[in-house]
T-cell receptor
């Protein structure tokens, strides 16, 4: 079956531009997570949805980051006024239940801010 | 302050031998642990997990051991194969109402033919 898909795979943005990153989770998966992975680091949690409800956004680094999942399936991570420090791989993951369950990751979107 | 630590950035092993990847954690509230494998330009792929009520879980060539008193887990790969060459991430889950995983920085495993 289809796994988690993300688009675009690569994005180059000039500093100050807004970007939108899309995630299509595995069908039927209740939980959806966004992570940020800097070079040489492990993924770091950004935000978590259970269906359409955003239950935890404690990992979002600033108010320039915004995520939504309006119908409980596809999710979009938006970054406004991008800065160079936003350059990273943004990973989306989904899981069948919210905890104690393996999360399935998409291939990620590599964002480069110039 | 890292809650999940993988202190070896890299490991090189001969094909057919055992690979042992280590992970330490600091938070005793973690109750579920996972290992992920990651190839370049791909997302992490789930490998194996273990609940805190167990001390061992085995799946084919992969075995994870958990030592709760030492807050230490390890992944054993036997026998190692060149296709196992990847970055391995250890991750921990708080359980309860929080679902996000806390990852280590990863260990790059190279299996040489």
């Amino acid at each position: 079956g289809a796994g988690v898909s993300q688009s675009p795979r690569y994005k180059v943005a000039k500093r100050g531009q807004d970007v939108a990153l899309r995630c299509d989770p595995i069908s039927g998966h209740v939980s959806l997570f966004w992570y940020q992975q800097a070079l040489g680091q492990g993924p770091e949690f950004l935000t978590y949805f259970q269906n359409e409800a955003q239950l935890d956004k404690s990992g979002l680094p600033s108010d320039r980051f915004f995520a939504e999942r309006p119908e409980g399936s596809v999710s979009t991570l938006k970054i406004q006024r991008t800065q160079q420090e936003d350059s990273a791989v943004y990973l989306c993951a989904s899981s069948l239940v919210e905890t104690n369950s393996e999360q399935y990751f998409g291939p990620g979107t590599r964002l480069t801010v110039t | 302050d890292q809650q999940v630590k993988q202190n070896s950035p890299s490991l090189s092993v001969q094909e057919g031998r055992i690979s042992i990847l280590n992970c330490d954690y600091t938070n005793s509230m973690f109750d579920y642990f996972l290992w992920y494998k990651k190839y370049p330009a791909e997302g992490p792929t789930f490998l194996i997990s273990i609940s805190s009520i167990k001390d061992k879980n085995e799946d084919g060539r992969f075995t994870v051991f958990l030592n709760k008193s030492a807050k230490h887990l390890s992944l054993h790969i036997v026998p190692s194969q060149p296709g196992d060459s990847a970055v391995y991430f250890c991750a921990a889950d708080y359980g309860g109402s929080q679902g996000n995983l806390i990852f280590g920085k990863g260990t790059k495993l190279s299996v040489k033919p």
